[in-house]
C-alpha cells in the first residue's frame, strides 16, 4: 500500500522558518517527480512546487519563488520542502504528491498519490 506522510507543519511568525518533509513507503518514487501543492481555506488547492526525479529541475509558483526550496533525497524515499521568510498570505495545509516521470509539472491532475497534508500556520 502507497502512503505518503507529511510532517514538519506547525505555528510560526511571519518572517520565520519551516520544513516539511514527506516520506514515501509501500514503493519507490525516484524515477518519478515530486510536488507539493498548498490548500488555503476558502481556496483552491495550488501548486507551490516540484523536483524532477533526479533533482536537477525544479519549479516554483510565483509567490513562493525565491523564499521556498524543494530538494529529495531518493534514498530515503522523501522530499522536503524548505521554507524561509514565512508570510500571514502562507498559511494552508501543505500536501506532497508524486507528479510524472518525464518531467516536472504544475497541474494538479498530473499528480496521483497524494499525502495527508501538514497545517502550516503563519502569524502576523
Known amino acids: 500500500q502507497v502512503q505518503l506522510v507529511a510532517s514538519g507543519g506547525g505555528l510560526v511568525q511571519a518572517g520565520g522558518s519551516l520544513r516539511l518533509s514527506c516520506a514515501a513507503s509501500g514503493r519507490t518514487f525516484s524515477t518519478y517527480s515530486l510536488g507539493w501543492f498548498r490548500k488555503a481555506p476558502g481556496k483552491e488547492r495550488e501548486f507551490v512546487a516540484a523536483i524532477s526525479w533526479a533533482g536537477g529541475s525544479t519549479r516554483y509558483a510565483g509567490s513562493v519563488k525565491g523564499r521556498f526550496t524543494i530538494s529529495r533525497d531518493n534514498a530515503k524515499n522523501t522530499v522536503y520542502l524548505q521554507m524561509n521568510s514565512l508570510k500571514p498570505e502562507d498559511t494552508a495545509v501543505y500536501y506532497c504528491?508524486?507528479?510524472?516521470?518525464?518531467?516536472?509539472?504544475?497541474?494538479?491532475?498530473?499528480?496521483?498519490?497524494w499525502g495527508q497534508g501538514t497545517q502550516v500556520t503563519v502569524s502576523s
Open positions: 504528491a508524486v507528479g510524472p516521470a518525464a518531467s516536472t509539472s504544475y497541474y494538479l491532475y498530473d499528480y496521483t498519490y
